[in-house]
Structure formats: structure tokens, C-alpha cells
């Protein structure tokens, strides 16, 4: 057994408080937004909430979620992350397959290689990407939000690696079994790499999910925003002229909620999908992640 020194467990103290540290640094605003969307409009004006609601009331998620135009941009959300899951990790999978082979079983597979990995590092430029998706005609639609990116280069490379760390000898057993290259990578590659697989689903989720910058330039109407978009032009830039189309039932219920609260609910609405799924996901993230990127 090892001993551990008394230098070992104070080290190994400090650590754990350091670490506890940082875990309440990162959930205490996330518990200060939830607590100020669950409070008056008056305590979240006067500065009263920290990290527990005053005066608790449902107001501001009404309003949020019989808002017509968050309702609009949240089902944009999540169609583009049910599109470009699909393409990106179709893509990823039909991409990483023929590259995780050796040079003899694909001819040019370096150059391949490289053309991608060059992509990942050097881009065009935004001007050229702008001018490319408006020439062919994917302004203002979801599949702006979803081709530009459809092949993840850095996922690509992740599976790439983890695929060449399976091995070789059950893809060669299969061959001289009759199977083909899909056979092989649809009931061998495939069920052996779910660690990576479900990393690359959380990177890809979260990637659409929390993106906003795309939505803002290639949207020409707000009510096509993706949710991101939308609270970035309504939180930051202050634009409240997405409001001005309110029904009267909408007006009476805003004037119950404070521009704080109301931001503050929505923010909450937003991160709790991703929230929610990334439990389910954890348990995958570190190995996935681990070995895939160690280049055996």
C-alpha cells in the first residue's frame, strides 16, 4: 500500500479545498441568475437577491415562455441543433473512418490529412465565408447555421485518433469474414467508440446551442434568430424593439416583471437543455476525450 506523507495530505487537502473553490465559482452565478429570475421585480431593482429569491413569483417565466419571438427563436435553436448534430457527426463518422487506415489501405491518406487539418488552422476570412453563403442562397435559413461548419475538423481528429486505437485485428477478422468497410464500421467501430462518440455529441450540441454570432449576420429577420442570438441582441446591445409588437395581455403581464428579472429567466431557460443533458453525457466526457487524443 502507499504511505502518504503528512507534505502528501496537506497537499492533497489543499487540492480538494481549491478545487471545491472553484466548483462554487462557477455555480454561485448561476444560482444568483436563477435566484433574481424567481424574484420581484422590486428586490431584483433594489439589489436584495443573492442567492435566494425574495418575494418569489413566476412572472418573468410566464412572459418568457408566451413571448412569441423567444418562443420563435428557441425552436429555431433547437432545429438547428437537431440538423447539425445529424450532418456534423455524419460527417465526422464518414470522414475519421477512411483517415484512421494506414497510407497502404488509402492511397494519399497524408494528403487528405493535412488538407484538413490546414482548414482548421487558416480560414478565409469573414468577408469571403459572408459572400460564399450569400451566393448560394443560404441567407436566412437554417442551413447558414449548419453547412458553413458540416465537417468539425477538431472532432474529426479526435475520432481519427480514437478509431486508430481500436484494434486492428477485429477489422482484419471481419474482412476475412466477407464483411465490407460500412458493415465493419456500422456494427464494430461504431459500438466500441461510444465514449468518444458521446463527447463529440456534447461538443457538437453545445457548439450550436451557444452560438450567436452566425445567427446575428446571416438572419435577416429577428424572429429567425437562434435563442443565443436573440438574448445577445435583448441583454447586451439592449435592443428592446423586439418588444414593441406586444399584445396588450403581453404588456399588462411585462409590467408585473423587471428588464432584470425577465433577462435573467430567459438566460435560465436557455442554459437548462444543456444542463440537463450533460449528466448523462459525464460519464463518457473524460474517457472519450482522454483517448482520443492520445495518438497511439
Not at 492533497?12 to 478545487?19: D, G, I
Not at 435566494?52 to 438547428?80: C, E, G, H, I
Not at 482484419?172 to 468518444?196: C, N, Q, V
Amino acid at each position: 500500500m502507499h504511505h502518504r506523507t503528512l507534505g502528501g495530505k496537506i497537499f492533497e487537502s489543499a487540492n480538494y479545498v481549491f478545487l471545491v473553490a472553484c466548483a462554487l465559482l462557477c455555480i454561485f452565478p448561476i444560482i444568483h441568475v436563477l435566484a433574481v429570475s424567481f424574484s420581484s421585480s422590486t428586490s431584483a431593482a433594489a439589489g436584495e437577491v443573492t442567492l435566494w429569491p425574495v418575494d418569489m413569483n413566476l412572472s418573468s417565466y410566464k412572459y418568457a415562455l408566451n413571448s412569441p419571438q423567444f418562443l420563435d427563436s428557441f425552436l429555431v435553436t433547437l432545429k438547428r441543433v437537431a440538423i447539425g448534430l445529424s450532418v456534423n457527426m455524419l460527417l465526422t463518422v464518414c470522414a475519421a473512418y477512411p483517415l484512421s487506415k494506414e497510407r497502404s489501405d488509402l492511397y494519399g491518406r497524408s494528403v487528405y490529412a493535412w488538407y484538413l487539418f490546414i482548414t482548421m488552422i487558416f480560414s478565409g476570412g469573414l468577408i469571403p465565408w459572408y459572400m460564399t453563403i450569400k451566393q448560394l442562397g443560404l441567407m436566412d435559413s437554417v442551413w447558414a447555421l449548419v453547412l458553413p461548419g458540416a465537417v468539425p475538423i477538431f472532432n474529426v481528429l479526435i475520432l481519427l485518433n480514437f478509431f486508430r486505437q481500436l484494434p486492428k485485428e477485429i477489422g482484419e477478422s471481419a474482412f476475412m469474414d466477407g464483411a465490407g468497410h460500412w458493415t465493419i464500421l456500422g456494427r464494430i467501430y461504431l459500438p466500441l467508440s461510444k465514449p468518444a462518440l458521446a463527447t463529440l455529441v456534447l461538443f457538437t450540441c453545445v457548439g450550436h446551442w451557444n452560438s450567436w454570432f452566425d445567427g446575428l449576420i446571416l438572419m435577416s429577420s429577428p424572429h429567425h434568430y437562434p435563442l443565443q442570438s436573440y438574448l445577445q441582441t435583448i441583454i447586451v446591445n439592449r435592443d428592446m424593439s423586439l418588444f414593441t409588437t406586444a399584445t396588450p395581455e403581453e404588456l399588462k403581464m411585462l409590467s408585473q416583471v423587471s428588464d432584470r428579472t425577465l433577462k435573467s429567466a430567459q438566460i435560465f431557460i436557455a442554459a437548462a437543455p444543456i444542463l440537463a443533458i450533460y449528466p448523462f453525457l459525464q460519464k463518457y466526457f473524460m474517457k472519450g476525450i482522454v483517448m482520443g487524443s492520445v495518438k497511439g
